[in-house]
């Protein structure tokens, strides 16, 4: 991975304990926004970690990146808890927020998840976000599915490609969602499915109709 921190006491720092894991290896250091089109050209990171107040690292530098690098995963970390920013990022393509003063293990596992291709947002981060713990619906496999796409920010038309069906079926899943999720409109839908993408775990077609009765 690569590490982007325009102070070097904290980036020395951050690359010393990942490398202690033994879990992660770092190929490389960022001193700003700049010079991340051409590291991860050269070293081919799996996921770049960046500090959300590195010079440059505006939300268009960091989607600019992504669409160059499709694979890359994005993990941003803050010392602060901006949740309008946090969503504008992940609807850019970021893929994992923790804020500074979290346990060093939860840099770890937000890194370990982005590298595996999922989402993640910290625990502090969703409580900050004011997100309450009351028990979810259960979605089923095409609702959890259009979940996963809107969080990715994409539009219904790409969604209804991606799915292979109709956009009036997307609009009618979406409509469906609002009424189980108790969401008043479209924009909160999507915010719930960026809040909340990490925990988005997929079940196959087959085994819903295992489970019916």
Do not use: W
């Not at 505006?58 to 901006?82: C, H, R």
């Not at 979406?174 to 008043?184: D, E, G, S, T, Y």
Request: glycine share 6%.
């Amino acid at each position: 991975m690569l590490v982007a921190d325009g102070h070097p006491v904290v980036r020395d720092g951050i690359t010393a304990y990942l490398s202690a894991t033994g879990v992660v290896e770092v190929v490389g250091e960022a001193t700003d926004a700049h010079e991340l089109p051409l590291l991860t050209t050269c070293l081919r990171p799996d996921v770049v970690l960046i500090d959300l107040q590195l010079r440059g690292a505006g939300i268009d530098s960091v989607s600019n990146l992504l669409q160059a690098n499709p694979t890359l995963g994005v993990v941003m970390y803050s010392a602060f808890a901006d949740m309008e920013l946090v969503h504008r990022a992940m609807r850019a393509g970021v893929r994992g927020f923790v804020l500074k003063a979290e346990a060093p293990c939860v840099l770890t596992h937000a890194i370990e998840r982005v590298a595996c291709g999922e989402h993640y947002l910290s625990e502090s981060m969703r409580a900050k976000s004011g997100r309450k713990t009351t028990p979810r619906p259960t979605l089923s496999y095409r609702e959890s599915q259009l979940l996963s796409q809107l969080a990715k920010g994409k539009s219904g038309k790409e969604i209804a490609e991606e799915m292979g069906i109709r956009i009036r079926t997307i609009e009618t899943h979406q409509r469906n969602l609002r009424r189980k999720l108790r969401i008043a409109s479209q924009t909160l839908l999507i915010r719930h499915a960026v809040e909340n993408c990490h925990q988005l775990a997929l079940r196959s077609p087959e085994a819903e109709v295992q489970d019916a009765p």
